[in-house]
């Protein structure tokens, strides 16, 4: 049996219109995992880091920075007069929220008509304590019935992905008067979607003990207890600070480990209130309690989802090839006969040699299929498409049997007739995406595989 991996060294530029199917037949392979991992060690972070000193996994990120200090914010007092108005947003942020793609707070009724614009949560934070949506709060004859939690939806059309320390951070308007260590804060939870229907919900930890009586509408929380909710950071009265959220703590989530929800293209953020009763409880069942019940804008307020890691563009990534003669899709910089394009495709560094173990391989799979198997891609850039041929000639015509378009999913292409050309698996352990054909090649024929990759905004 003859089996090939032919490079081109020419790549359309244009997007290849293809007849998808559903991709029945992606098959995902994982090792064997356990949710939720192990709770951090406590202390957490405090509310702010105004000394800079802080060490703690969740750390909050400054929404502003400036000669004035990280996390000092521009603070209107009133009359045209605004303290630190030399600060700016905090440039690490590469994108926040774009859309509200689901508003539905807890009995609106019960929210005052300021409270209630959602579109207050997109584009960047801006440090004003009245500059939020309110998610609502719940009664006790509500939670009696079982009236669901207030919530809110964001889209982003700059996806997030999972790097290296914190991947976003969201901006409420919780505060701490005085320097005290506690904290006057609504938590929520914190889930992420890449589909928008299946979303992933962070490990959150809170082990503050109940307050006294039986309401406790002003109460104030330690900081250094709460982990992984929304709600804790202050952002207000000219401080400006985010709770941060890293993806790779959900890298053995089930929905994650199961490919639907995908780490490096998280393109919506859910925010769902905590019920501050002490009917709610965290992902290591203690019972959460915050302010509750709480008046005007009650329960959780938003300002801000801010991106700290995006997927990588070709234009980003060609730039640090030093010869800029050399930083076209067809050139090859390295001399190793893989072009640009297709070098960042694989996940290699720029102007460099791709290493062999990150080059397609071909192989046969237990049932004699052949099998290409190649590094997932995390850019949004790209269309990859895996093709198949019978012959390897001048005149030999591909057939697109996989792809995937703009950083989405793999897709299973069919024929005119609806028949699968391909079967898919899908390894995140080893972070590799194969592609067999969907039946052996019969005796004496031969079967050829190629990636082919095209840019999908060129």
Not at 12 to 17: F, M
Request: proline share 9%; net charge negative.
């Amino acid at each position: 049996m003859n089996v090939a991996l032919p490079f081109r060294r020419k790549f359309s530029r244009s997007l290849l219109l293809l007849l998808a199917g559903w991709g029945m037949a992606v098959v995902y392979t994982v090792a064997a995992t356990t949710w939720p991992p192990a709770a951090p060690k406590t202390p957490y972070a405090r509310s702010n880091d105004s000394t800079g000193n802080s060490t703690a996994v969740d750390k909050p990120v400054p929404g502003y920075i400036g000669p004035e200090g990280n996390g000092v914010a521009p603070y209107d007092l009133g009359g045209g007069l605004i303290l630190n108005n030399d600060q700016y947003v905090n440039p690490a942020f590469v994108g926040w929220a774009t859309s509200v793609v689901d508003y539905s707070p807890a009995r609106p009724d019960l929210i005052e008509s300021d409270w209630l614009n959602p579109a207050v949560a997109i584009g960047p934070a801006s440090a004003d304590v009245f500059d939020v949506t309110s998610l609502g709060d719940l009664t006790a004859a509500d939670i009696t019935v079982k009236t669901p939690p207030g919530s809110i939806t964001l889209g982003f059309a700059t996806a997030i992905s999972d790097g290296p320390g914190p991947d976003f951070a969201v901006f409420g308007n919780a505060f701490n008067l005085n320097g005290a260590v506690t904290v006057f804060a609504k938590l929520a939870f914190v889930e992420v979607s890449s589909n928008g229907t299946d979303f992933a919900r962070f490990p959150c930890v809170d082990t503050n003990t109940k307050p006294a009586g039986t309401t406790w509408s002003y109460v104030v929380s330690d900081p250094t207890k709460i982990y992984n909710f929304f709600g804790k950071a202050d952002n207000a009265y000219g401080q400006s600070w985010g709770v941060p959220f890293d993806l790779a703590v959900l890298t053995n989530h089930p929905l994650v480990v199961a490919g639907k929800v995908d780490l490096q293209h998280i393109r919506y953020v859910r925010l769902v209130a905590v019920v501050g009763n002490g009917s709610t409880k965290d992902t290591y069942n203690h019972v959460v309690y915050d302010p509750w019940p709480t008046q005007g804008s009650p329960g959780p307020e938003v300002q801000a989802v801010g991106v700290l890691h995006a997927p990588p563009s070709f234009f980003t990534w060609v730039a640090a090839i030093s010869n800029i003669a050399l930083r076209g899709v067809d050139d090859n910089p390295a001399g190793d006969g893989v072009p640009n394009l297709m070098a960042y495709a694989l996940g290699a560094t720029a102007g460099q040699a791709v290493p062999i173990t990150m080059r397609p391989k071909m192989t046969l799979d237990a049932s004699g299929r052949p099998t290409l198997t190649f590094p997932s891609s995390t850019a949004t850039d790209l269309n990859l498409i895996v093709e198949a041929a019978t012959v390897l000639n001048a005149d030999t015509v591909w057939t697109p049997i996989a792809q995937s378009a703009g950083g989405s999913a793999w897709t299973v292409l069919t024929d005119i007739s609806g028949q699968a050309l391909s079967v898919i698996t899908i390894n995140s352990a080893s972070h590799t995406v194969s592609v067999a054909t969907l039946t052996p090649p019969a005796p004496g024929t031969a079967k050829f595989l190629r990636l082919r990759v095209t840019q999908a905004n060129p």
